[in-house]
């Protein structure tokens, strides 16, 4: 199986090497993830495992989801994802995967992916790092002003509006994000703990994926 856990962000902290130099860390919560449903070829198409992390009360779960549990013999879990695979996996439908699963196979990078902080509304100037206008004489309550937004240049559409793609104010935040190939520090097996280097999408307590850097080793 690719090494890959389901967690939830509980803070940063910093830690010192050897050389006393500081190192700011994320601690991630990995696991105990519960299997809850193994996937092969020759009856779904692909070769997957679908991990569950996070008890659920069962009178807060419905019925679809206690019975999806109770088939790996656990209780409802909060968070489902499925990790691709290349190849069948030994894991069966229960068992359960722990933070030895980076520790046993000598994990050195992985790759975070969680949903990033909702920020709502923003202006050009917050979402996409825009100038403003200038702050001189003349410029008159327009200074976080994206300027003119129509153009009749030789780009897509024929009429003198905005553009596809023009870049203004809107949602911000709250989208899927990937940091890749994140230095992995320490694994304390007994508590259950990643310290990833550096920061990784989400508020504290949020929902993360860290799995083995596909880019690097």
Do not use: W
């Amino acid at each position: 199986m690719i090494p890959a856990l389901l967690g939830k962000k509980i803070g940063m902290t910093r830690i010192f090497d050897e050389n006393g130099d500081a190192i700011p860390v994320t601690v991630v919560q990995a696991g105990p993830c519960t299997v809850m449903q193994v996937r092969n070829k020759e009856r779904d198409g692909y070769e997957a495992v679908q991990l569950g992390f996070g008890d659920v009360k069962p009178h807060r779960a419905t019925m679809p989801k206690i019975g999806h549990a109770l088939a790996a013999g656990t209780t409802p879990k909060r968070y489902l994802r499925e990790v691709r695979l290349t190849e069948p996996t030994s894991l069966g439908q229960g068992d359960v995967v722990t933070v030895e699963l980076f520790s046993q196979n000598n994990i050195r990078y992985v790759d975070v992916i969680g949903v990033s902080k909702g920020r709502g509304f923003a202006g050009v100037m917050k979402r996409y790092h825009f100038g403003g206008m200038p702050n001189s004489h003349g410029t008159e309550r327009k200074h976080r002003s994206p300027g003119s937004i129509g153009s009749h240049g030789n780009e897509r559409g024929g009429t003198g509006g905005p553009k596809k793609g023009k870049r203004m104010g809107g949602h911000l935040g709250d989208a899927r994000i990937t940091v890749k190939s994140q230095r992995l520090i320490q694994v304390d097996v007994e508590r259950n703990l990643l310290l990833v280097e550096g920061g990784i999408p989400g508020p504290n307590g949020g929902c993360v994926l860290i799995r083995k850097a596909k880019t690097r080793s």
